[in-house]
């Protein structure tokens, strides 16, 4: 049953449409007053943008890398010769245009329109990947950011990613945004290539307080390298998570060959 409070905050929403009309995220055009799409992912979204954006729908089982195979069930051949430390990777969209904007204006804009679209995409790709409760984690957390880049930025978006997508999905997780820590400021990682990366992540993610669950789901915007997923697996493990998943929006990188 919704809350007082998401029942003021929908009211909210209402008033706001009629008085400032909402306008697509990806072309920029009004969206009809009465538009009401069948996927809440959508609702920002006009469906024809919708239907043209980078889903990636057919990706790798461990690592959600694009490949070039009919079922989306296989690993590629990069997982099948060396697994990340992960159990399991979904990422819902590609990092190609509009998305790699939404994902900008997000993190450096503080666009939480794009960041609540970007949410809803993923729960709707994890939805369809999860048909018994059994199947969810016990816990969703966050990649960390560190003190003084959160204070520049103004939030983790990571942090926000995972807070939105926890309300769309079909059970109740347990949300903890704060035990996963960093330990110490490292440079961005979009600055450094793939080697860089892993060497720039070594020992800075930490797990504060009481013991993690057994299967854990960690939210991040793009997956990448895999550097900071396997940094955050690692830092998880050692904490006494049997399972980890990484969640992310959206999935870099070049399509891959799939198992033989």
């Known amino acids: 049953m919704p809350s007082h409070l998401d029942r003021c905050r929908r009211l909210l929403e209402h008033v706001l449409d009629a008085v400032l009309p909402r306008s697509c995220l990806v072309c920029g055009l009004p969206l009809p007053s009465d538009y009401k799409p069948e996927r809440t992912a959508y609702e920002a979204v006009c469906a024809p943008c919708a239907e043209e954006l980078p889903w990636n729908a057919l990706a790798c089982a461990q690592c959600a890398a694009p490949i070039d195979t009919r079922v989306p069930t296989e690993t590629c051949v990069a997982c099948e010769l ?44 994890l939805r369809a990947t999860r048909p018994a409760r059994e199947d ?11 003190p003084l880049r959160r204070a520049q930025r103004g939030f983790n978006h990571a942090a926000f990613l995972a ?40 020992d800075v993610m930490r797990w504060h ?52």
């Not at 330990?183 to 979009?190: H, K, L």
């Not at 993690?212 to 830092?235: F, R």
Request: aromatic share 6%.
């Open 82 to 125: 060396a697994p990340p430390a992960w159990d399991r990777a979904i990422t819902s969209l590609r990092y190609a245009p509009p998305v790699d904007a939404m994902i900008h204006r997000l993190k450096f804009g503080g666009s939480l329109s794009d960041g609540k679209f970007l949410a809803s995409a993923l729960a709707l790709s």
């Open 136 to 146: 969810w984690p016990d816990l969703i957390t966050a990649v960390p950011m560190h």
């Open 163 to 202: 807070h939105a997508l926890s309300r769309e999905l079909p059970c109740v997780i347990d949300t903890d945004l704060r035990a996963l820590r960093r330990a110490r400021w490292t440079p961005a990682q979009a600055k450094l290539d793939a080697a860089a990366r892993l060497h720039n992540l070594i």
């Open 209 to 260: 307080g009481s013991a993690p669950p057994s299967h854990v789901a960690v939210v991040d915007d793009v997956l990448t390298t895999g550097a900071t997923s396997a940094a955050v697996t690692a830092a998880l493990y050692q904490a006494g998570a049997q399972h980890v998943e990484i969640w992310a929006c959206a999935r870099a990188g070049r399509f891959r060959p799939g198992a033989k």
